[in-house]
T-cell receptor
């Protein structure tokens, strides 16, 4: 039972480069989320998708774009990476009905030089 | 806006000691409250939750009670073990469609044998 799978686990980029973080869940959840985790700041919501075909901004969306490719997959794209985007990125999913808890992937550690 | 404030860490205890990690919140609606735990190199896992005032969430010997009058959700455990060493996050969500979590900054707990 894989749960939420994120790829890659580690990545180093140069300033200005672009990349896409992938996330897939196999729990048939309708909602998916992207967070970033920075030291001393907890996790902050970047974007979320309440259901297939919809996406919305979270607390810190600037510099990112997302795509809900289908019910299983939700990708996060950095078009022009900046050092301030160095962080650990987590994908999560849940069924929003009944306020079910979110299930998290193991994270992608991203460094921007 | 909605926010969560956690007891600052790191916290270091001896095995079998009593644990309290304080958490207070500010929210405009009637939030659900959560404690998540993050073990090294892993994503977050739900530890316990409470969805209304005076509810007590419990799991693995941990407990927390939703106190509306003091806007608090303190985490307690009567006798900690080395395996409890992790980072603990308090979080809230106010239902507005998708479950958007707002996290505290996290508290690193280390238990010495």
């Amino acid at each position: 039972n894989a749960g939420v799978t994120q790829t890659p686990k580690f990545q180093v980029l140069k300033t200005g480069q672009s990349m896409t973080l992938q996330c897939a869940q196999d729990m048939n959840h309708n909602s998916m989320y992207w967070y970033r985790q920075d030291p001393g700041m907890g996790l902050r919501l970047i974007y979320y998708s309440a259901s297939e075909g919809t996406t919305d901004k979270g607390e810190v969306p600037n510099g990112y774009n997302v795509s809900r490719l289908n019910k299983r997959e939700f990708s996060l794209r950095l078009e022009s990476a900046a050092p301030s985007q160095t962080s650990v990125y987590f994908c999560a999913s849940n069924n929003r009905e009944g306020n079910q808890p979110q299930h998290f992937g193991d994270g992608t550690r991203l460094s921007i030089l | 806006g909605d926010s969560v404030t956690q007891m600052e860490g790191p916290v270091t205890l001896s095995e079998e000691a009593f644990l309290t990690i304080n958490c207070t919140y500010t929210a405009t609606g009637y939030p659900s409250l959560f404690w998540y735990v993050q073990y090294p190199g892993e994503g977050l896992q739900l530890l316990l939750k409470a969805t209304k005032a005076d509810d007590k969430g419990s799991n693995k010997g941990f407990e927390a009670t939703y106190r509306k009058e003091t806007t608090s959700f303190h985490l307690e455990k009567g006798s900690v073990q080395v395996s409890d060493s992790a980072v603990y996050f308090c979080a809230l969500s106010v239902r507005q469609g998708a479950q958007k979590l707002v996290f505290g900054q996290g508290t690193r707990l280390t238990i010495n044998p």
